[in-house]
């Protein structure tokens, strides 16, 4: 069902895989504050035009004009304000916004007419909007702060020009940028320019750690300590990108040195700086209500998309909560999430059909993520496999090793099918699972009727079920 | 008689010393205990189990037994099916039946019907030990399991028995 209302007239939000925004990376985009139940009204006394890329099926001429969109979700990056229903989002990029004191003004909180909390927004674009905050005042005043700053930082700007810098092979920082059109030559520019880096390097590293922030361009006032906060969360993106360099100079001095295994712990380390680049880290007074929401996208994006920590890895698509808790919160590295919110949010993973959801194994009450697909008959299936394997060449060996006691017993020798059956730690070899799971997979087979047990004072062997 | 006894191939596969937690699974496993229980005692011509001393819960080849728990809850399941009964109230002997009171009643019938013992006597001890049942069913069974099925017989009409000297010469007439 089309709707012709503002929402539609603003550029459409790319979104990732599990319905998490798609911040511009390169642009060091970050997600500053979420807060739901927004109403998004036009003050516009005309219908606002349909940009001509966005018009798939809204024709302004037979579908009727409303003036506002109800229940939206909005989100204040350092680029943007993306408004989201449960189907679409949409975007107005800061750039937008007038540019003067009257971009965003509060409004409303009157006792009698115009009561509830707005945000009075004028954008160059599309006009004015109200910003209604049915959850009251206090959301309101929080994404006021948020946006202003963000509107007074023009980080979009810097990180415009930083990019472009950055094709240029360099990693500029304003003006200390030099250039390289140098008249060296040779042996002597690749040290100058090593050096040059080593610099800009060092400055960034002090201009992100304290002192050098008061100095910065950006005017940072020198008492206020959240702000350098901010100035180390906008310089973050750069060291990370520093520490790149270095591993990756790291790793060609071994390799020069001609040491091929030394090589192998760096590139792992490269590998895991670029897996965990995490690109906001989620917070819940960001988030608000939507915390649980965020998060839960936020780990199914994380576990998606790494190669290393996929919940996919060795072909399982199951994961116990310890793993994703450790890995999880090691990417994050600081400002880390407790279990129970690991739990809340792992929770809401069916309901927001993100392909994988919590598992509460029957017996023994563990609790697992696994992908939605995910089938226990699969695991059976290899269990299986892999006992017959072995108890055929179990079989092999034993014919020629039957003692005579065993021959007096059965009247018979030969070919006698030797059964050795699986531990559970020998299953989490197999399967490339961790030994809970893969007791809870082998407990799991045997409701099934695949396996059955066999309990000695060794321990619990499966073996195949050879009863039905 | 039979000596050597050909145990069946699960007797080495070690989970059949476990009792199965799994319910499916444990029902097949007590139909196979059942059946090891009776074809092991029948084929032997063992006429009682004593619980604490039955070879059969042992598998040495494998080095595997049941457990005493176990032990238990076969020996509870196989005389709930009706081929065993308690000889005392300690459960320690169990009478194996090789053949259900019923059955063995119309064997013995059929086997007077073709050995032409219908409407002639014969004794009790013949119908256990005697020439002529060489290789039945009731061939060396139990006295009092035999009395149980020409009690049955009897009912039914198709026998009478009458008094001897001494109770192995109690005589049966067949009609």
């Known amino acids: 069902m089309a709707r012709y209302s503002p929402l539609v007239t603003l550029p459409k939000q790319t979104l990732t895989e599990s319905g998490l925004l798609a911040l511009d990376s390169s642009d060091s985009e970050v997600q500053l504050i979420t807060r739901s139940f927004i109403e998004l009204r036009s003050l516009s006394p005309i219908p606002l035009p349909v940009p001509a890329s966005a018009a798939t099926n809204i024709d302004p001429n037979t579908t009727p004009w409303s003036d506002r969109d109800k229940d939206l979700t909005v989100t204040v990056t350092t680029h943007r304000i993306v408004f989201q229903t449960k189907s679409s989002s949409h975007f107005l990029h800061h750039c937008a916004v007038l540019p003067n004191e009257d971009g965003v003004q509060a409004t409303g909180g009157g006792w009698t007419s115009n009561r509830s909390y707005k945000i009075h927004l004028q954008s160059i674009t599309h006009g004015d909007f109200y910003m209604i905050f049915r959850s009251g005042q206090k959301d309101r005043d929080a994404v006021l702060k948020q946006l202003s700053q963000a509107l007074k930082r023009r980080q979009w700007e810097e990180a415009y020009n930083s990019s472009t810098s950055a094709k240029m092979g360099m990693h500029s920082h304003g003006n200390t940028q030099t250039s390289y059109q140098t008249t060296s030559v040779g042996i002597d520019a690749i040290l100058k320019r090593n050096q040059d880096r080593h610099d800009r390097a060092k400055k960034l590293t002090q201009d992100a750690f304290g002192k050098g922030a008061s100095s910065h361009k950006h005017k940072v006032s020198k008492d206020d300590k959240s702000k350098e906060v901010e100035t180390l969360f906008r310089e973050a993106k750069e060291l990370t990108a520093i520490i790149h360099k270095y591993v990756a100079t790291l790793e060609k001095d071994k390799r020069n040195q001609s040491n091929g295994d030394e090589g192998e712990d760096t590139t792992e380390l490269t590998d895991m700086l670029q897996d965990m680049g995490m690109i906001t880290a989620l917070t819940k007074k960001t988030a608000g209500d939507q915390y649980h929401e965020l998060l839960a996208r936020q780990i199914s994006d994380f576990l998606k998309q790494n190669r290393k920590f996929s919940i996919r890895k060795g072909g399982c698509g199951i994961m116990t909560l310890t793993d994703v808790y450790c890995l999880y919160n090691r990417a994050r590295g600081a400002n880390m999430i407790s279990p129970e919110d690991l739990l809340e949010a792992l929770g809401q993973m069916e309901a927001l059909k993100l392909g994988m959801k919590l598992r509460e194994f029957e017996d023994t009450h563990v609790k697992v993520l696994q992908e939605t697909g995910f089938d226990d008959s699969v695991m059976s299936k290899k269990l299986l496999e892999y006992i017959d394997e072995k108890e055929k060449e179990k079989s092999k060996e034993n014919i020629t090793s039957v003692t005579d006691g065993f021959k007096a017993f059965f009247g018979q020798s030969t070919g006698m099918k030797v059964y050795v059956g699986v531990t559970a730690l020998e299953a989490a070899r197999v399967l490339k699972i961790s030994p809970i799971l893969a007791n809870e997979q082998l407990l799991s087979a045997e409701r099934s009727g695949y396996l059955c047990r066999d309990v000695t004072v060794e321990g619990t062997r499966f073996f195949r079920n050879l009863f039905v | ?175």
């Open chain 2, 1 to 175: 008689m039979s000596s050597t006894f050909q145990f069946p191939e699960f007797y080495s596969f070690p989970p059949f010393f476990t009792v199965q937690p799994n319910i499916t699974t444990r029902e097949k496993q007590m139909a196979l205990w059942r059946e090891l229980i009776l074809s092991y005692h029948t084929s032997k011509k063992i006429k009682t189990l004593v619980v604490h001393d039955c070879p059969l819960w042992k598998n040495s080849a494998i080095r595997r037994e049941l457990s005493h728990d176990d032990v238990k809850t076969v020996i509870a399941d196989f005389v709930k099916s009706g081929h065993g009964e308690w000889e005392d109230d300690t459960h320690t002997r169990c009478r194996i039946l090789w053949r259900k009171p019923e059955q063995l009643a119309s064997d013995i019938y059929t086997w007077a019907e073709t050995n032409g013992y219908i409407n002639n006597v014969c004794t009790v001890y013949e119908l256990h030990s005697g020439e002529d049942v060489d290789g039945m069913s009731f061939d060396g069974c139990d006295e009092e399991l035999l009395r149980r099925a020409l009690a049955i017989l009897e009912d039914q009409g198709k026998c009478t028995m009458f008094k001897g000297e001494t109770s192995s010469e109690d005589g049966i007439k067949f009609f």
